[in-house]
Nanobody, 118 residues
Framework: QVQLVESGGALVQPGGSLTLSCKAS????????MVWYRQAPGKERELVAS????????YYGGSMKGRVSISRDDVESTLFLAMNSLNPDDSALYFC???????????WGSGTQVTVSS
């Protein structure tokens, strides 16, 4: 019943912008820290950004720092990732994750594909 459904992935040209969404259901979204991860073929999984409950504290990984903004809408149980100045190295499958105290119990979405290419 827990669901995290990412959307918004697309083919975009270098230098372009894109906003990803993650619709959550089946758990207390507002009480969970949320994270965007990404993974490209042949590369390690990488943390893009995270956001805490309540206080709206944020953290950004180094690769996209300064080019992304994470936000959440607790009324609609939706997580967002706004990206700009995209380059081909940003091409990856982007995952939405809800963080649990027991990390093996994290909730993962199925991902949305971002491809940056001319």
């Amino acid at each position: 019943q827990v669901q995290l459904v990412e959307s918004g992935g697309a083919l975009v040209q270098p230098g372009g912008s894109l906003t990803l969404s993650c619709k959550a259901s089946g758990f207390a979204f507002s009480q969970h820290s949320m994270v965007w991860y990404r993974q490209a073929p042949g590369k390690e999984r990488e943390l893009v950004a995270s956001i805490s409950p309540s206080a709206d504290a944020t953290y950004y990984g180094g690769s996209m720092k300064g080019r992304v903004s994470i936000s959440r809408d607790d009324v609609e149980s939706t997580l967002f990732l706004a990206m700009n100045s995209l380059n081909p190295d940003d091409s990856a499958l982007y995952f939405c994750v809800a963080i649990r105290v027991c990390r093996s119990m994290d909730f993962w979405g199925s991902g949305t594909q971002v491809t940056v290419s001319s």
